[in-house]
Antibody
């Protein structure tokens, strides 16, 4: 069974850092495209970042230069390192599997982890 | 960047109704258009991919159509568990979501 389990969210001050993790029992992270999507309170979905199976990474303009997506093959885990956090980064962050091709939908999602940026 | 616009933003409907939600892209996304359902406090769930293909396990009352810039999600015979927010997403150039359509009980 495909599962995605996020962790690492919490309260952080503006300018601070946080690292989110997404464990994936049931399938191999490095064989798939994996993405992060966020949802601010009461708002819609916003794509944040993606890592391809070949290791290529892409980011939304709103997080470029501040966030870094990565994976650990030995732990079968996806990460999102978030630096220079701003109030507008406050959201539930979901990891999602994006299939094996650039046009694939996001077919499995984690339960989400809440990041709150506030002083 | 490709912008996705859904309409309406919300609608009220009754059990048994046929509901149609539209999604328009700012430029052609060919057929790389996906639909998701999200219930409060839950993660989104994939319903339709490639504009018209039904994801495994999704009831056949959900259907999708369209190509290019104009797409439609139809729910026939609306059920109580279908009251939720629906999002379209293009996966042709980066990944962009529509603003969502909330389907409420009339």
């Amino acid at each position: 069974e495909v599962q995605l389990v996020e962790s690492g969210g919490g309260l952080v001050q503006p300018g601070g850092s946080l690292r989110l993790s997404c464990a994936a029992p049931g399938f191999t992270v490095s064989n798939n495209y994996m993405s992060w999507v966020r949802q601010a309170p009461g708002k819609g979905l916003e794509w944040v970042s993606i890592i391809y199976s070949d290791g290529a990474t892409y980011y939304a303009d709103s997080v470029k230069g501040r966030f870094t997506i990565s994976r650990d093959t030995s732990k079968n885990t996806l990460y999102l390192q978030m630096n220079s956090l701003r109030a507008e980064d406050t959201a539930v962050y979901y990891c999602a599997r994006a299939g094996r091709g650039g046009y694939d939908p996001f077919d499995y999602w984690g339960q989400g982890t809440l990041v709150t940026v506030s002083s | 960047d490709i912008q996705m616009t859904q309409s309406p933003s919300s609608l009220s409907a009754s059990v048994g109704d046929r509901v149609t939600i539209t999604c328009r892209a700012s430029q052609s996304v060919i057929s790389y258009l996906n639909w998701y359902q999200q219930k409060p406090g839950k993660a989104p769930k994939l319903l339709i991919y490639g504009a018209s293909s039904l994801q495994s396990g999704v009831p056949s009352r959900f259907s999708g159509s369209g190509s290019g810039t104009d797409f439609t999600l139809t729910i026939s015979n609306l059920q109580p568990e279908d009251f939720a927010t629906y999002y379209c997403q293009q996966s042709y150039s980066d990944w962009t979501f529509g603003q969502g359509t909330k389907v409420e009980i009339k």
